[in-house]
């Protein structure tokens, strides 16, 4: 008999010990590209100008590879923080970045 994908996962994660979270709703505040990432990236090319799309692509592969090395774990380690508070809101959830 095959077990379905998600019975074998369940068991693997009790056996791991692991707890098992609720989804919270739905909310793009919750993707890392979306309340991380692209925002910080869209300040950056504010007021920018490109005469190709190949410029564009350049600058910001650049501004990508000038990031710092914790840049991006920096990003999933505030999803907690996102998570708990979309969660605590029920998805009525919408955080500025500064």
Avoid at 13 to 37: G, I, K, M, Q, T
Avoid at 44 to 53: A, D, K, P, W
Wanted: proline share 6%.
């Amino acid at each position: 008999m095959h077990l379905p994908t998600s019975v074998l996962a369940m068991g693997k994660l009790r056996v791991l010990h692991n707890e098992l979270l609720e989804h919270p709703p739905y909310s793009p505040e919750l993707a890392p590209s979306d309340f991380y990432l692209f925002p910080k990236l869209k300040l950056f090319l504010t007021g920018q100008h490109f005469s190709s799309n190949q410029e564009a692509i350049t600058v910001v592969e650049g501004y990508f590879a000038d990031l710092k090395k914790n840049h991006y774990r920096d990003g999933i380690m505030l999803l907690e923080h996102h998570w708990n508070k979309c969660i605590r809101l029920q998805g009525d959830y919408v955080e500025k970045l500064k």
